[in-house]
């Protein structure tokens, strides 16, 4: 039989296991969201109730421009959805609630790319300058940073074609830690794979036109600690890229030689889309096609994992 001393104690420890749980559990609101310059770039202050434990996620769009940060839990108790700012690049912010969680959309006059940072209990935004991000344009887009440390070798790599009649190219990654950048030079597509090596076996030229897509070559060779894979394709072309997992794709498919005819008969109408995201999650992504695109896309619970995509 259980003593009153010990069975008050122990009702004292389940009382107060529930209280820590539900304080350290406590979710953040968004109080306040202000914007300044600061040594001349502009800084979004998004202040919550409770401090974050961990940076948010978030994807740049480029057309619209925009940074839209998920934060998950959050609540907006501002008493309004949308903040006017006019400073500097920056025309206003909007919080949306959705589901577990809450984003947070920074619209802009140009594309840029931004810092995130921790302050007590606020989140700050730092944008680049706009004229940083043009100069950065010219040089190699850096589609995923470098996280390895040390050098791995590429596993392999494979060439196809898409049933639209566009070029693929994939190349087996030792791990998702792999940085890569991409730029064209001339009338030429650069992939480099940053910390990398290319076994003796995938030092090759492929010669692919046999295929019938706008890629006629693919070149790797080893230059210094990067991986670099030059893609020669013909004509008037268009690339995109993306990675799921360890798997990374450069697709090249043939330009629509008229663009007005995206708006004409039927087929696709409405603004254009530009996404990059970094190792955003699937289900992440394709809610924001749905916020885009005003459409209902329903996702089973087996839908998992991380993307990167340009």
Do not use: C
Not at 199 to 225: A, C, K, N, W, Y
Not at 256 to 285: A, H
Request: hydrophobic share 40%; glycine share 8%; aromatic share 6%.
């Amino acid at each position: 039989m259980m003593k009153r001393n010990e069975w008050s104690w122990r009702a004292f420890l389940a009382a107060a296991a529930v209280f820590a749980s539900g304080w350290a559990h406590a979710a953040p609101a968004v109080e306040n969201i202000s914007g300044s310059l600061q040594g001349g770039n502009e800084v979004v202050r998004i202040e919550f109730s409770e401090p974050l434990t961990t940076l948010p996620t978030g994807f740049v769009t480029q057309s619209p421009p925009r940074i839209a940060l998920d934060v998950p839990g959050a609540t907006n108790t501002m008493g309004r959805n949308g903040v006017e700012m006019n400073v500097g690049n920056l025309r206003s912010v909007n919080v949306v609630q959705s589901g577990d969680r809450s984003r947070v959309v920074l619209n802009l006059k140009s594309p840029t790319n931004y810092k995130l940072a921790i302050d007590g209990k606020a989140l700050l935004v730092t944008l680049d300058p706009v004229a940083q991000t043009v100069a950065a344009a010219a040089s190699p887009q850096a589609f995923a940073e470098s996280r390895n440390r040390d050098p791995q070798p590429l596993r392999d790599m494979d060439f196809r074609r898409g049933p639209d009649g566009s070029g693929r190219v994939v190349v087996d990654l030792p791990t998702n830690q792999v940085g890569v950048d991409i730029r064209q030079q001339g009338q030429s597509l650069v992939v480099d794979f940053l910390k990398s090596t290319l076994p003796e076996g995938l030092r090759r030229r492929m010669d692919v036109t046999d295929f019938g897509t706008p890629i006629q070559s693919v070149t790797t060779t080893q230059v210094g600690d990067r991986v670099r894979m030059i893609i020669e394709p013909r004509g008037v072309w268009e690339h995109s890229a993306y990675q799921s997992d360890t798997q990374f794709v450069v697709e090249v498919r043939q330009q629509k030689q008229d663009p007005n005819k995206l708006s004409q008969g039927p087929g696709y109408t409405g603004e254009k889309l530009s996404l990059n995201f970094q190792n955003i999650e699937v289900r992440s992504l394709l809610q924001v096609i749905a916020d885009f695109t005003n459409f209902n896309i329903v996702t089973s619970d087996s839908v998992t994992g991380a993307v990167t995509l340009r």
